[in-house]
């Protein structure tokens, strides 16, 4: 029988966590989904294994996204499940919906999302949707209930603040040398909140995932 204990296990082996989880009764979901489960890196363990990975190693295109895909394909495979993907569909599902019903992650002040546990580190690498209804657990409560907000006033030159996000002001700072700390650690607007400080996000990650987005 499938459960959210079985299905965090296999997720585990991954390197991959269950972020969140959504029932067909709380937003649309794809025809044969009851409930869809939202699947993000777990922690500071993902980018060890998925620097040993083939995708890695290959130096072909987009090897984060091809090897979700090998993995979250076999998981959904064991898990007779169907698998989904916040890239290469148009047009694209609906993670950021999804995530928002999820009871486990909120908008944050600067509308990025926020997660119980990885903070603003937050991304996700794929979602697995079952026939079945399974069981979740009650939502929680968002952190930026009570937070001093340091987030809003973490960029350097405000690209990104509760205002909106100016995103050539954010590149133009990364092609100057005071952006280099942005681009070897990752953004410090993400970096700033304190529950993306409990996360443990090992910095190699996000200076991956910056160099694709400042190319
Ligand atoms: S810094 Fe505080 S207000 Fe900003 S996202 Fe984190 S918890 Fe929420
Ligand atoms: S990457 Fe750096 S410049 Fe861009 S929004 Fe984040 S803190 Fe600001």
């Known amino acids: 029988m499938t459960t959210l204990d079985r299905i965090t296990g296999l997720a585990e082996a991954h390197s991959l966590s269950v972020a969140g989880g959504v029932q067909k009764a709380d937003a649309p979901l794809p025809d044969g989904i009851e409930t869809l489960i939202l699947l993000s890196p777990d922690g500071p363990a993902f980018w060890d294994h998925f620097q040993h990975s083939p995708e ?10 091809r090897w979700s895909v090998r993995v979250i394909d076999q998981l959904a495979q064991d898990l007779s499940a169907q ?13 950021y919906r999804w995530a ?4 486990r992650v909120w ?24 026939a079945t209804r399974l069981d979740l657990p009650e939502a929680g409560k968002s952190p930026c209930e009570g937070c001093a907000r340091p ?25 100057t040398p005071d952006g280099a700390r942005c681009l070897s650690h990752g953004c410090a607007v993400r970096a700033a909140c304190p529950v993306s400080q409990t996360y443990g996000r090992t910095p190699a990650q996000s200076e991956f995932h910056m160099r694709h987005f400042h190319r």
């Open 56 to 65: 890695y190693c290959d130096g072909l295109p987009d090897p984060m996204d």
């Open 83 to 95: 698998p989904l993907y916040p890239f290469g569909t148009t047009p694209p599902h609906p993670f």
């Open 100 to 103: 928002l019903v999820s009871g």
């Open 107 to 130: 908008a944050s002040p600067v509308q990025w999302l926020l997660h119980d546990t990885a903070g603003l580190w937050l991304s996700f690498r794929g979602a697995l949707g079952f």
């Open 151 to 175: 987030c809003v006033t973490a960029c350097p030159v405000g690209a990104l603040t509760d205002k909106g996000y100016d995103v050539p002001a954010c590149h133009a700072f990364l092609d």
